[in-house]
């Protein structure tokens, strides 16, 4: 199994500011992800974090707004770019493991709230 | 495209009393079924999955059981406890092309568990 650590845990962030979401894995691993969960609401896939290359985006997401990068096989950073209180949620990392069809695993998240 | 439907919730119950939670999908391909646990403050944890039909997935005293007939996955649990108040979250995930890895994961609206001494 993978375990996801990802800092910071929880920010209060101003209108109009960024803030970088920086997520470690502590296994090489396949794949890694970013999603959103809004208050209440399920998860929605950002974008896959590729290493070395640009993200790949979901429709609704861009880099401009979430800039993403993977610098190696076990990190990965998520920047909220020009915030807005609409931008308020928990954001999640998400890796996949290199064992057989790969499980997914998820970091505990990083509560964002935007004034 | 795929998509997951869950039961609605919250959902409230007495220890030891039986959970069933729900949840049905639709998908082009033949997928795999998942279910994760969200306790209050931390992520999501694996809590068990299943890859074909017939297929039961187990731990930690919960089942669920790969119906491809009913497109279903429900969750079960013969006694909850106060410590499995938690949001579940079922989820199915195709293989790529090659049946060599799974592409992303589509998830249920989750479901709210709060189980009372």
């Known amino acids: 199994s993978a375990v996801i650590s990802q800092k910071p845990s929880r920010d209060i962030c101003q209108r109009g500011t960024s803030l970088t979401i920086q997520c470690q894995v502590d296994?090489?691993?396949?794949?890694m992800f970013w999603y959103r969960q809004q208050p209440g609401q399920s998860l929605t896939l950002i974008a896959t974090?590729?290493?070395?290359?640009?993200?790949?985006?979901e429709s609704g997401f861009v880099i401009d707004k979430f800039p993403i990068s993977r610098p190696n096989l076990t990190f990965s950073t998520l920047t909220v770019s020009n915030m807005s209180p609409e931008d308020s949620s928990i954001y999640l990392c998400?890796?996949?493991?290199?064992?057989?069809?790969?499980?997914?695993?998820f970091g505990p998240g990083t509560r964002l709230t935007v004034l | 495209g795929n998509s997951v439907t869950q039961m609605e919730g919250p959902v409230t119950l007495s220890e030891e009393a039986f959970l069933t939670i729900n949840c049905t999908y639709t998908?082009?391909?033949?997928?795999?079924l998942f279910w994760y646990v969200q306790y209050p403050g931390e992520g999501l944890q694996l809590l068990l999955k299943?890859?074909?039909?017939?297929d039961k997935g187990s731990n930690k005293g919960f089942e669920a059981t790969y119906r491809k007939e009913t497109t279903s996955f429900h969750l079960e649990k013969g006694s909850v406890q106060v410590s499995d108040s938690a949001v579940y979250f079922c989820?199915?995930?195709?293989?790529?092309?090659?049946?060599?890895?799974?592409?992303?994961?589509?998830f249920g609206q989750g479901t709210i568990l709060t189980v009372h001494p």
């Open positions: 299943a890859t074909k039909a017939d």
């Open positions: 998400s890796a996949r493991d290199r064992g057989p069809l790969g499980t997914q695993y």
């Open positions: 296994s090489q691993v396949t794949m």
């Open positions: 998908a082009t391909g033949y997928p795999s």
């Open positions: 974090a590729n290493q070395g290359s640009e993200a790949t985006y």
């Open positions: 989820a199915l995930s195709d293989l790529d092309a090659g049946g060599t890895s799974y592409g992303k994961l589509t």
